[in-house]
């Protein structure tokens, strides 16, 4: 019997990526800002970890969600992380 050539399985959706054990997201964001709000939290003290599904050094041009990044902080930060972003983001301000 001849012998029957490899099979290739269609590729299949990666899996979600699951939180990493003790982070917590606090913002979503395109590339730019979340370089941004790292540095902010970075500067007061809190460590952050971007996660996106696109490897922005490939590439740098993304449009709509396809370019989202989390920012996960630990979650003792978590709060702590959120006010400072309601603090310095952008709308109207009352009184």
Not at 41 to 64: C, D, M, Q
Not at 73 to 89: D, E, F, I, T, W
């Amino acid at each position: 019997m001849p012998r029957r050539g490899k099979v290739i399985r269609f590729p299949t959706a990666p899996p979600e990526p699951r939180d990493e054990p003790g982070l917590v997201e606090v913002h979503r964001c395109d590339r730019s800002e979340a370089v941004v709000v790292q540095g902010l939290f970075e500067s007061e003290g809190i460590p952050a970890l971007l996660r996106s599904r696109l490897a922005h050094s490939v590439h740098p041009f993304t449009v709509g969600a396809q370019g989202e990044v989390v920012i996960l902080v630990p979650a003792g930060a978590a709060r702590r992380s959120r006010r400072l972003l309601a603090r310095v983001a952008p709308g109207p301000r009352l009184g």
